[in-house]
T-cell receptor, first 111, second 115 residues
Framework: TQLLEQSPQFLSIQEGENLTVYCNSSSVFSSLQWYRQEPGEGPVLLVTVVTGGEVKKLKRLTFQFGDARKDSSLHITAAQPGDTGLYLCAGDGGSNYKLTFGKGTLLTVNP | GAGVSQSPSNKVTEKGKDVELRCDPISGHTALYWYRQSLGQGLEFLIYFQGNSAPDKSGLPSDRFSAERTGGSVSTLTIQRTQQEDSAVYLC?????????????FGPGTRLTVL
């Protein structure tokens, strides 16, 4: 079973601060996705990374896939209250359609 | 356009009762997934439907759980003789063709509480 460990589990910061959350595994993934989930809603896909060493930017969010395709990070610059939510990483779970999810990082950005 | 919808949004039931949860995927999506999200846990894969192929039921936790997809569209997840450990949010997702890294679109979930 391929496991994804996310850290930190909880993060509470002030508006304007920068933060990084991590997604680590001992397994290699062909692709890795990041989702954000808000209370009462389903996860929404933010980005998919498929190439080792790849860096993708989405406004203030920067996603990186490790060179060995075993880990990923999400960096948020100048966090805003609207960034509050549960951030989940997910990788292909040993099949071409099944996703394995981490337990998530619950981010709170205080105004 | 319409996204994935699920009903009911909340379900409270007594231990031992059967429950049915419904998912309406995005029109035209051939792949449909069910996940379970428990407090403090990540999303746990339950079952996958793709077109007319036999579903992948490998994630169903026990034989009390079953799911069907009628006409390649609507899906129903049934839990028989519910137990307290079945309490969770049940999420449905659909995607265009099912192969990764295809985008999965999630519904809002059904929160199931078993008393």
């Amino acid at each position: 079973t391929q496991l994804l460990e996310q850290s930190p589990q909880f993060l509470s910061i002030q508006e304007g601060e920068n933060l990084t959350v991590y997604c680590n595994s001992s397994s290699v993934f062909s692709s890795l996705q990041w989702y954000r989930q808000e209370p009462g809603e389903g996860p929404v896909l933010l980005v998919t990374v498929v190439t080792g060493g790849e860096v993708k930017k989405l406004k203030r969010l920067t996603f990186q896939f490790g060179d060995a395709r075993k880990d990923s990070s999400l960096h948020i610059t100048a966090a805003q209250p609207g960034d509050t939510g549960l951030y989940l990483c997910a990788g292909d779970g040993g099949s071409n359609y099944k996703l394995t999810f981490g337990k998530g990082t619950l981010l709170t950005v205080n105004p | 356009g319409a996204g994935v919808s699920q009903s009911p949004s909340n379900k409270v039931t007594e231990k031992g009762k059967d429950v049915e949860l419904r998912c309406d995927p995005i029109s035209g999506h051939t792949a449909l997934y069910w996940y379970r999200q428990s407090l403090g846990q990540g999303l746990e894969f339950l079952i996958y439907f793709q077109g007319n192929s036999a579903p992948d039921k490998s994630g169903l936790p026990s034989d009390r759980f079953s799911a069907e997809r009628t006409g390649g569209s609507v899906s129903t997840l049934t839990i028989q003789r519910t137990q307290q450990e079945d309490s969770a949010v049940y999420l449905c997702a659909s995607s265009t063709h099912g192969g990764l890294p295809d985008t999965q679109y999630f519904g809002p979930g059904t929160r199931l509480t078993v008393l």
